[in-house]
């Protein structure tokens, strides 16, 4: 595609289950990112992968968060027994090479944890 | 650690004024810094950046330069727009430079309005 893809758009779900966000980077990009948007923390940074290795995970706000990337190409983050703070929106990025200072962002995927 | 800070908003102007954005940072290194404005609906996009003491980006209109001296980063425009409403935040990367993260490091974000 043209661009970095997330989906789905918008999730919303009940407290204390578990939800899974797609990231498709752009195509041939080496390096992915994930970030949480949310009104009380702004912009945060939670994972980075070269190809399907993430070298730091601390990152990730707890553990009931993890993400894997297969394939050098689509990441997925997964929440398990979501809770209200989790509502946010969950941002993915991917850059050609890790180096690269340009990344480019897709449009977010909003959770909403009822 | 690294942290940006940047005036939060809304800041609200009309159309053909000057636009300048504060932004200061902390950081380890020596960071490459970056401007990213989000329109209304729309993803983040890079708007301009600058890697070292002194440069200058630019685009579309927008300049800002990276004053090592006063750990700033200001974005300003001459002249605004209505269709540059959005919301504009101020990142840093230190990955590179000693700084250890891997990720951006973002402000909280200034909403502009700009009124015809």
Known sequence: GAGVSQSPSNKVTEKGKDVELRCDPISGHTALYWYRQSLGQGL???IYFQGNSAPDKSGLPSDRFSAERTGGSVSTLTIQRTQQEDSAVYLCAS?????????????GTRLTVL | GNSVTQMEGPVTLSEEAFLTINCTYTATGYPSLFWYVQYPGEGLQLLLKATKADDKGSNKGFE????K?????HLEKGSVQV??????FCA?????SGGGADGLT??????LIIQP
Not at chain 2, 106 to 111: Q, S, Y
């Open chain 2, 69 to 73: 001296e006063t750990t700033s980063f």
């Open chain 1, 95 to 107: 850059s050609l090479f890790a180096r690269d200072d340009e990344q480019f962002f897709g449009p």
């Open chain 2, 83 to 88: 269709s540059d409403s959005a919301v504009y």
């Open chain 2, 106 to 111: 973002f402000g909280k974000g200034t909403h």
């Open chain 1, 44 to 46: 945060e940074f939670l």
């Open chain 2, 92 to 96: 840093l990367s230190a990955k590179y």
């Open chain 2, 64 to 67: 800002a330069t990276y004053r």
